[in-house]
């Protein structure tokens, strides 16, 4: 998505913001200044869940004269980082406390949207270290680890028992064979294979990263370079694009997000889903809400030959360059990331934990069952691009990616096109 706005925020981004409670310009310098106290805001997208208006209530009730006001931004990832960007982009102080996707650090902090924050003010060293660096940009941290997340597989239980299978699959072939076996059932008439979130937003580049680094791949290596023309990279999407086919994956599928995917799970059309762990307590309420309660479990992602390999997820908190009473923010984004409110914002959504701790507790464990699993896909995660222009490469991957999927193009000539137009971003052209 190479348009005249993106630039025109390139270019108003990658100039200093010239403020005075920026103690430096650029990668190298040092910390926010911790001076103005006062009411901020805190920016992310809608909470569904109330975990963040359980928390802001409780800072707000310890801090009366320095309340936060919740901005609710939409739902879409995308929508989200445009927002922050315009924002940015006219130097407005309406925003204070941006919550990034895990993924959006270098670019925020390459165009100098956010400040960089004094490490010393946090326990990073508790956390754990594949979450902290998704903070850290050019040797400096920008944004502060707040939750984190991994893709699982969610399998029903009930299903494979019955088709005989008392392991959940590892690889992709054993996927698609328990599916065969599990699809001849009485009680699985009607049921699909498998599906993720694969219509053309933030989740299909997860989906899509997962398959190529699942097959041993890689999108972009360190340096930001693509390696799309790799025949790992070849397996990975084949196996989507093959898997839409042979039904293995619903076509309907090509129009869900994690919403859709959810809800296709719980009403008991799937036998396994690649999904977050939020939808752990949502599918396993007793309410009637869903109808696999009690009968599903999750394990690791498949791959090509063994154990696959999640997109790393979460959201870090970062501080506005533009914005006032920066001494109340960091103290906030302090408070909002603590081991304590963690564990507190667990009772309203599983979103995974930073801290190495919370994962070792046995009444949390006992509470929340797929922790351990949960804690192994992050380990074993990799990051999404780490460029400095994420969301041109994240349109780029939504749009070929979708195209090979859809039929539009097949899976060479999708990533061929892809690996030109990253080669190209890289190149700044």
Same mark, same amino acid.
């Given at each position: 998505?190479?348009?005249?706005?993106?630039?025109?925020?390139?270019?108003?981004?990658?100039?200093?913001?010239?403020?005075?409670?920026?103690?430096?310009?650029?990668?190298?310098?040092?910390?926010?200044?911790?001076?103005?106290?006062?009411?901020?805001?805190?920016?992310?997208?809608?909470?569904?869940?109330?975990?963040?208006?359980?928390?802001?209530?409780?800072?707000?009730?310890?801090?009366?004269?320095?309340?936060?006001?919740?901005?609710?931004?939409?739902?879409d990832?995308?929508?989200?980082? /445009?927002?922050?960007?315009?924002?940015?982009? !006219?130097?407005?102080d *309406?925003?204070t &406390?941006? %919550?990034?996707?895990? =993924?959006? $650090?270098?670019?925020?902090?390459?165009?100098?949207?956010?400040?960089?924050?004094?490490?010393?003010?946090?326990?990073?060293?508790?956390?754990?270290?594949?979450?902290?660096?998704?903070?850290?940009?050019?040797?400096?941290?920008?944004?502060?680890?707040?939750?984190?997340?991994?893709?699982?597989?969610?399998?029903?239980?009930?299903?494979?028992?019955?088709?005989?299978?008392?392991?959940?699959?590892?690889?992709?072939?054993?996927?698609?064979?328990?599916?065969?076996?599990?699809?001849?059932?009485?009680?699985?008439?009607?049921?699909?294979?498998?599906?993720? /979130?694969?219509?053309?937003?933030?989740?299909? !580049?997860v989906?899509? *990263?997962?398959? &190529?680094? %699942?097959?041993g791949? =890689?999108? $972009?290596?360190?340096?930001?370079?693509?390696?799309?023309?790799?025949?790992?990279?070849?397996?990975?999407?084949?196996?989507?694009?093959?898997?839409?086919r042979?039904?293995?994956?619903?076509?309907?599928?090509?129009?869900?997000?994690?919403?859709?995917?959810?809800?296709?799970?719980?009403?008991?059309?799937?036998?396994?889903?690649?999904?977050?762990?939020?939808?752990?307590?949502?599918?396993?309420?007793?309410?009637?809400?869903?109808?696999?309660?009690?009968?599903?479990?999750?394990?690791?992602?498949?791959?090509?030959?063994?154990?696959?390999?999640?997109?790393?997820?979460?959201?870090?908190?970062?501080?506005?360059a533009?914005?006032r009473?920066?001494?109340?923010?960091?103290?906030?984004?302090?408070?909002?990331?603590?081991?304590?409110?963690?564990?507190?914002?667990?009772?309203?959504?599983?979103?995974?934990?930073?801290?190495?701790?919370?994962y070792?507790?046995?009444?949390?464990?006992?509470?929340?069952?797929?922790?351990?699993?949960?804690?192994?896909s992050?380990?074993?995660?990799?990051?999404?691009?780490?460029?400095?222009?994420?969301?041109?490469?994240t349109?780029?991957?939504?749009?070929?990616?979708?195209?090979?999927?859809?039929?539009?193009?097949?899976?060479?000539?999708?990533?061929?096109?892809?690996?030109?137009?990253?080669?190209?971003?890289?190149?700044?052209?």
């Amino acid at each position: 998505m190479k348009n005249r706005k993106t630039r025109a925020l390139r270019r108003s981004g990658a100039l200093c913001a010239g403020l005075a409670a920026v103690a430096a310009c650029g990668t190298g310098g040092g910390s926010v200044s911790s001076t103005g106290r006062g009411p901020i805001t805190y920016v992310a997208g809608a909470d569904n869940t109330g975990t963040v208006r359980a928390v802001l209530d409780r800072w707000n009730k310890l801090h009366p004269g320095e309340k936060v006001t919740f901005v609710q931004l939409p739902t879409d990832p995308d929508a989200q980082r /445009q927002q922050m960007i315009q924002n940015a982009a !006219t130097r407005s102080d *309406a925003f204070t &406390v941006l %919550s990034l996707d895990v =993924v959006w $650090t270098s670019e925020f902090a390459a165009h100098r949207w956010v400040d960089r924050l004094p490490e010393d003010r946090f326990p990073l060293g508790k956390m754990l270290k594949p979450i902290v660096a998704t903070g850290m940009y050019r040797g400096g941290l920008y944004s502060v680890p707040a939750s984190s997340d991994g893709g699982m597989l969610y399998y029903r239980t009930d299903l494979l028992r019955q088709a005989g299978i008392t392991q959940p699959p590892v690889t992709w072939a054993e996927l698609k064979a328990d599916c065969a076996r599990v699809r001849t059932l009485p009680a699985a008439k009607g049921v699909s294979c498998y599906t993720g /979130q694969f219509q053309k937003y933030e989740g299909l !580049t997860v989906n899509f *990263a997962e398959a &190529v680094n %699942s097959a041993g791949g =890689v999108v $972009t290596d360190a340096q930001g370079r693509p390696h799309l023309d790799t025949p790992q990279a070849r397996k990975g999407l084949d196996f989507l694009v093959r898997s839409f086919r042979d039904g293995t994956i619903p076509k309907e599928a090509a129009t869900y997000q994690e919403e859709d995917a959810r809800r296709a799970f719980q009403s008991g059309r799937l036998v396994f889903e690649r999904q977050w762990p939020y939808m752990y307590p949502l599918a396993n309420k007793k309410d009637g809400s869903s109808k696999v309660a009690g009968r599903f479990a999750v394990a690791p992602l498949p791959g090509l030959n063994g154990p696959g390999a999640s997109s790393l997820g979460g959201h870090n908190l970062a501080l506005s360059a533009s914005a006032r009473n920066k001494a109340t923010a960091l103290d906030f984004i302090r408070f909002f990331t603590s081991q304590a409110t963690q564990r507190f914002t667990l009772a309203y959504a599983p979103a995974a934990p930073t801290y190495q701790a919370l994962y070792q507790d046995p009444h949390l464990v006992k509470k929340y069952p797929y922790l351990p699993v949960l804690k192994q896909s992050i380990l074993h995660a990799v990051p999404r691009p780490r460029v400095f222009g994420y969301g041109d490469v994240t349109a780029a991957v939504q749009r070929e990616a979708f195209a090979a999927l859809t039929g539009a193009k097949s899976s060479a000539g999708a990533l061929d096109d892809l690996q030109k137009d990253l080669q190209q971003q890289a190149a700044g052209k």
